[in-house]
Structure formats: structure tokens, C-alpha cells
């Protein structure tokens, strides 16, 4: 009899624990839920103030790899030949010296299936006060032969490609055209 009576004892202290457990988890689930909006309005105000990672960003040419990588990443995992086209351009016209340390870092402000257009609206500031016209130009045809190095460039790139175009090609302020030739060195 004494040992039902500590096993019933057992029994109802496990299903108390885990009575209250799930209790408490569902209340910090609804205070997160609740909260949801403060945490929003903190993460948009401390990133005002600070500004984003890819605000940040003040080398031109290291932008223009940030979207060179994003623009294949978009879509699919990155493929050699894909891979070797940025690097060739890195090489050429960017002229970058440390090549392989820029494209470690600028693959740190890309990310998996992220929409490219919301890598380029944040940089698009970037790019247009640094590129010439000419420049612009030859960006996006860089653009085009990056997503199509392994294989015709998919409907969201050229869809993204042209976004980019026009966003970066019309509505900007005075060219400087002085600069032509040297990708915004």
C-alpha cells in the first residue's frame, strides 16, 4: 500500500511540473507575442541611429560586390563559374588588391534567397552619389554577365537587373563625369 501511495505521489508530481511548465511556456510565448511591436520599433529606431550594416558601407567597389554575390544568391547556392566571374571582375575593372579578404567580407552582407532589391535600395545611395554614367552602365553590364556565367540569367535576376537600372540610371543627381574609367576610385 505504501508503495502505490508513493508511486500515485510520483505521478502527480511529474504532471504537476509538467502541468506548469507548459504553462509558463505559453506565457512567455504571448508576452513575446505581445511585444512584438516594441521590439520592432526598438530594432527600427537603433537602426536610424546606428544605421544598417550595408548603410555603413563607404567603398564603392566593395558594394558592387555585395551585389554581385547577392545577385547569384538570390536565386540559387553559388556556382564556380559564377564565383570565377566576380572574381575576374574584382581583378578587373574594380582593381581590388586584397581580393580574396573583400570577398570574404562582402559575402558577410549577403545572405541565402534574400531579395536582391533589398540589398541595392540600401546601397543604391552608395552607388549613384560614386559611379559616373558610364560607369552605372558598365556596373549593371557586369551584373548581367555575373548571373548568367553558369547558365541563362533567371527571370529575378533580369528582373532585379533592370530595377536596378533604372533606379540607378534615371532620377540621379549631376554625373560626374570626370571620374569616367576608374570605378569610383
Known sequence: ???IVAVIGIVGAVLFWIIRAHGTATALREVN???KGLQRRAKSTLEEIIGTPLKRVRDVRLAAVILMIQL???GSPVTA????K???FMDSPLQIDSISATFERAWTYTEAR???SLVADELLPLLRDNLTEAERLHFIDMLSQVASAHSAASELQREAIVRLKRRLTGGSPALKASRAGDFGR
Open 114 to 116: 534574400r531579395p536582391f
Open 1 to 3: 500500500m505504501v508503495v
Open 33 to 35: 507575442r505581445d511585444t
Open 72 to 74: 547569384v544568391r538570390t
Open 86 to 88: 566576380i572574381l575576374e
Open 81 to 84: 563559374a559564377e564565383k570565377t
